[in-house]
């Protein structure tokens, strides 16, 4: 190629070619790092004149890890809350479950005692039988009252004090300041009725035996176990007011006090 009238280049001689040195780093045990230096000339004629000498070096390169790209917007796998695996999702499926199967079962309905008109029952009638419980033998004994003769002055009737052996075992339980009442619960005039109750738990005792025969009366100075007896149609509950006794919801009882 004619490029004018300007003097022709030169031609390039081994001394003018690229040279290129490698040489291990100094104070390194292993060859993963190496000093490369380049000295690269360039002679170069044009048609305008010549180039002046360049020289390019890159001295101290060291080769490294290749450089991983960062992946963003990555989230670790997590159970959703909604997995039947965790605990308490599992709990409100058991839950649900045996909900279901209470629904689906029968219900079971009470048998109408046959006894009652309406909240009247029929089958009370002298003589009185009272089931009696511990607390009402030992209020009874504070105020001085015979249990016998108090009662037939509440009814104006004869009536029978009923003890069970749930009511029996809590009064053995309770130990020498009990001596009197139990003395007096083993009076032949009071009538020893079994129950076949798991445990000493005169109360329970008490209202499962009402339940079953609607016969008795219930004698007792507990609160809470009269609230229990008040929602049992046709039982009436005997209690202590003052130095008299007292049967409420019991129309016949003429004897008790207003």
Not at 3 to 17: Q, V, W
Not at 85 to 109: G, S, T
Request: charged share 30%; aromatic share 8%.
């Amino acid at each position: 190629m004619d490029l004018g009238t300007g003097p022709s280049p030169e031609p390039i001689s081994h001394h003018n070619k690229p040279t290129e040195r490698k040489e291990r780093q100094d104070g390194t045990a292993s060859g993963a790092s190496w000093l490369f230096s380049i000295d690269y000339s360039l002679s170069h004629q044009s048609a305008a004149g010549f180039f002046p000498k360049a020289t390019y070096s890159c001295n101290h390169f060291k080769m490294g890890k290749a450089k991983t790209t960062r992946k963003f917007a990555v989230a670790k796998k997590i159970i959703s809350p909604k997995d039947t695996r965790v605990k308490e999702n599992l709990e409100k499926a058991k839950k649900k479950e045996a909900a279901l199967k209470k629904k689906e079962e029968p219900r079971q309905v009470e048998q109408a005692v046959s006894s009652l008109f309406f909240q009247y029952n029929t089958q009370l009638g002298p003589p009185y039988h009272v089931l009696v419980d511990t607390n009402f033998i030992n209020f009874s004994i504070r105020k001085k009252l015979d249990i016998v003769r108090a009662m037939m002055d509440c009814l104006l009737a004869k009536c029978v004090p009923c003890i069970t052996d749930c009511v029996m075992g809590e009064l053995e339980k309770l130990g020498g300041k009990y001596k009197i009442a139990l003395r007096l619960a083993k009076d032949p005039r009071f009538e020893r009725i079994p129950c076949n109750c798991k445990g000493c738990y005169a109360d329970d005792c008490l209202t499962n035996m009402v339940k079953q025969w609607r016969c008795f009366i219930v004698a007792t100075c507990d609160k809470e176990l009269r609230g229990r007896i008040r929602k049992i149609p046709g039982v009436p509950c005997m209690y202590i007011s003052g130095y008299k006794f007292t049967v409420e919801r019991m129309p016949e009882a003429f004897g008790a006090p207003p």
